[in-house]
């Protein structure tokens, strides 16, 4: 193999390595001394009678601590999202455009301010990327009823659309590895992404202590 192949070859190892860290060394960097938490499903569940609650929960209890299974979940997103940014999603939907036409289609409109703010860019660089969709039709600007002074910016059908078809093609690696998984792997799956949910809507964000 020529040099070219093997620096190739090395560079998916070094990404092999970074997803790895990324899903079970984090929880070690914020806890150290832990052991990695393995990925297994189900995850552990709400009290009885809470939602999400998965049935077959061990009796034993909780393998890890909650500052380890924090630190694993937060780990696979990034891996995830990692990934996910890597999918061409056609028709020159870059990956900034794909994210504020997902604040506008999910989240529904939004002052070209609270866009920004959203995605954490300054105003002037929202502005370019508004102005470049509206070309394409993707959105529309209309004057705020409730404050003249400001531009409501709403996602048009062309742009749900496109953003639907985007997401379509950026989750169809991840779905074909779905669709391979036995039938229980899948349940559990299933289970464990609804817990997840509610995990999250559940959550507090504003910072708290760490685990003991």
């Known amino acids: 193999m020529g040099k070219k192949g093997k620096s190739k070859g090395r ?28 990925v297994a499903f189900p995850l552990a569940a709400p009290p009885v009678g809470q939602p999400g609650a998965v049935a077959g929960t061990s009796a034993a209890g909780p393998r890890a601590s909650a500052t380890e299974l924090a630190a694993q979940l937060a780990g696979l997103s990034t891996v995830l999202q990692r990934h996910l940014s890597r999918v061409d999603t056609g028709d020159g939907l870059t990956r900034a455009r794909l994210s504020a036409l997902a604040l506008l289609v999910l989240g529904g409109p939004r002052t070209l301010g609270e866009l920004a ?84 809507r559940e959550t507090r964000w504003e910072a708290v202590e760490p685990e003991a």
């Open 117 to 200: 703010a959203a995605e954490h860019v300054r105003p002037p660089t929202m502005t370019r990327l508004v102005q470049a969709m509206e070309a394409d039709g993707l959105v529309i600007r209309e004057r705020n009823p409730h404050d003249g002074r400001s531009i409501i910016i709403h996602a048009t059908r062309a742009g749900e659309a496109q953003l639907a078809e985007g997401r379509a093609r950026q989750i169809a690696p991840l779905a074909a590895s779905v669709a391979e998984l036995g039938d229980g792997q899948r349940r559990r799956l299933e289970d464990a992404a609804d817990l997840l949910g509610w995990l999250l």
């Open 11 to 38: 560079g998916k190892g070094r990404d092999r390595e970074h997803d790895r860290k990324a899903s079970l060394g984090y929880a070690q960097e914020l806890a150290p001394g832990a052991s990695p938490v393995a």
